[in-house]
């Protein structure tokens, strides 16, 4: 049985549900989820939780995620990327120069309103909002506030016929759509723009040079050491506070039970999680404040059962 993150180096061509589902055929198990849609256009980064590590799925899902991308100048589409039918022309007769486009980025550095864009797994009244867009039905797209922790210009600007693209890198909080990032910043230089090309370069702590290909991973597990691939539960758990607790504690931890708080933890939100580690080194469960009682924590989730020791 294998237990781990397996960083995968999504193919584009691919939805991530398409890739699950083949780590499911290729490892023989239905215990398999990943940590964060990427279109299928787009390649790069997928790590996907296998064995007892799908109960840790949530906690790498709110990592940031950093990509790298390409935006055009010059005709949008109604996908707002390279994929969809072009919505709006303006032709780029003089491209923006280069410290115009940077200026333009750090702009958006910090703390953004953003609208998801119709073709997006976004769900209004119960549908994805891809669904209203292939029926042609208009609907109002929720706001939602996402971080750009850091953006900068990596290429030249090229100016080719109508048309100008560059290339950036943005490392950005979860939920942001670097479709509609690509748009926004046509905006600011005064085109209409679409995202011509992207691929995630990392997910938390996790970069591509990591990652496995499909045909790693079949020649890996036919050869029985796919194992060794797989990123532990332990360091994949490596951004929460951790807490080492005795054997003693840790037969109550097995079982579920609410825990004093220690002092050095006191300080914690009802947000913040608490990784829990043996004195051998297994992280055997997640714990969070009690939402009611003062002092207490409580298990979000326990990660091994009596019958794994």
């Avoid at 398999?32 to 990427?38: A, E, I, K, S």
């Avoid at 496995?212 to 539960?233: H, M, N, R």
Wanted: hydrophobic content about 35%.
């Amino acid at each position: 049985m294998y237990n781990g993150v397996l960083l995968l180096h999504k193919p584009a061509g691919m939805t991530s549900h398409d890739c699950v589902m083949k780590i499911r055929k290729l490892l023989k198990t239905k215990k398999v989820g990943h940590t964060g849609t990427l279109d299928p256009e787009v390649s790069g980064v997928l790590p996907i939780c296998v064995g007892r590590a799908t109960k840790i799925v949530e906690y790498l899902t709110e990592k940031s995620k950093t990509y790298d991308a390409e935006v055009t100048l010059g005709f949008s589409t109604a996908t707002e990327d390279q994929t969809g039918e072009v919505t709006e022309k303006k032709p780029v007769s003089v491209p923006p120069d280069e410290q115009t486009v940077q200026s333009v980025l750090r702009s958006l550095e910090g703390a953004i309103e953003q609208v998801p864009p119709m073709y997006s797994a976004v769900k209004v009244g119960g549908k994805k909002l891809y669904e209203y867009a292939r029926a042609g039905i208009e609907v109002e797209r929720p706001k939602r506030t996402i971080t750009i922790h850091h953006i900068e210009l990596t290429s030249e600007i090229r100016h080719e016929q109508d048309k100008a693209r560059f290339r950036f890198v943005v490392t950005c909080s979860k939920g942001t759509y670097v479709r509609t990032l690509a748009v926004t910043i046509g905006e600011k230089l005064g085109y209409p723009a679409h995202m011509s090309h992207l691929v995630r370069t990392a997910s938390g702590p996790f970069t591509l040079d990591e990652c496995l290909t499909f045909e790693d991973v079949e020649g890996l597990s036919a050869d029985g050491t796919l194992s060794e691939k797989l990123v532990p539960i332990e360091r994949a758990l490596d951004h929460l506070p951790k807490w080492i607790i005795s054997d003693t504690l840790a037969k109550k931890v097995e079982n579920g039970a609410v825990l004093e708080t220690p002092g050095s933890f006191s300080h914690l939100t009802s947000e913040d999680r608490i990784a829990v580690f043996t004195e051998a080194g297994r992280c055997t469960a997640v714990y969070y404040p009690h939402p009611t009682k003062t002092g207490l924590l409580k298990p979000a989730k326990v990660l091994v059962q009596k019958s794994e020791q």
